[in-house]
């Protein structure tokens, strides 16, 4: 079936630096959306991309569709203590959405 | 505007018992989901609602799972009998078709099912 591969799996980083990650797979999406998930709650969207090539941003997380339509990635700048958390990407193609394995975000103080 | 309303939060039963989770979607949004997610993974769909029509129910084990949305509003998961393998979060989800951005899906809190 299908899968998407996210990466990196976790990352640990200073408060302050910035954060890149990202989603590929070997099918194509019409859209792109990135979910951060808080412990015990569930997934919220952050940024939706709906044409190849997006750049779209949300305050401090960018995200971009890639041109491929294969992939996307999502930054964050100046990270701060509670960007902690999980960020899911998903891809959507025929009414049917497919969420990664998540990159887990930690901040060392 | 109140989002997406799940219950219980959590859960816990002996196996073989049977469970079921509510939900209520965000008011207006005629599309509903159920996902499974397991420890460590991304959620997965067991079914998604148009409506009151289950338009997509290919990953749902119908052995012991079923849902249900009568009135195209609120929808109820039941799981009977339960087995250990289904300790998970159960997530519901909402989103409105007759949106342009429709694939943007707003999700409950989760049910946290522990089975022992």
């Known amino acids: 079936g299908q899968q998407l591969n996210q990466s990196p799996q976790s990352m640990f980083i200073q408060e302050g630096e910035d954060v890149s990650m990202n989603c590929t797979s070997s099918?194509?999406?019409?859209?792109w959306l990135w979910y951060k998930q808080d412990p015990g709650e569930g997934p919220v969207l952050l940024i939706a991309?709906?044409?190849?090539?997006e750049l779209t941003s949300n305050g401090r997380l960018t995200a971009q569709f890639g041109i491929t339509r294969k992939d996307s990635f999502l930054n964050i700048s100046a990270s701060i203590p509670s960007d902690v958390g999980i960020y899911f990407c998903?891809?959507?193609?025929?009414?049917?959405?497919?969420f990664g394995k998540g990159t887990r975000l930690h901040i060392l103080p | 505007e109140a989002g997406v309303v799940q219950s219980p939060r959590y859960k816990i039963i002996e196996k073989k018992q049977p469970v079921a989770f509510w939900c209520n979607p965000i008011?207006?949004?005629?599309?509903l989901y159920w996902y499974l997610q397991n420890l460590g993974q991304g959620p997965e769909l067991l079914i998604r609602?148009?409506?009151?029509?289950?338009?997509?129910d290919s990953q749902l084990p119908k052995d012991r799972f079923s849902a249900e949305r009568l009135k195209g509003v609120d929808s109820t998961l039941k799981i009977q009998p339960a087995e250990l393998g289904d300790s998970a979060v159960y997530l519901c989800?909402?989103?409105?078709?007759?949106?342009?951005?429709?694939?943007?899906?707003?999700f409950g809190p989760g049910t946290r099912l522990t089975v022992l």
């Open positions: 998903a891809g959507y193609r025929d009414d049917k959405i497919i």
């Open positions: 008011s207006g949004h005629n599309t």
């Open positions: 991309l709906y044409k190849a090539g």
């Open positions: 609602y148009e409506n009151e029509e289950a338009v997509d």
């Open positions: 989800a909402s989103s409105s078709r007759d949106s342009v951005s429709y694939n943007e899906q707003f």
């Open positions: 099918s194509i999406f019409n859209t």
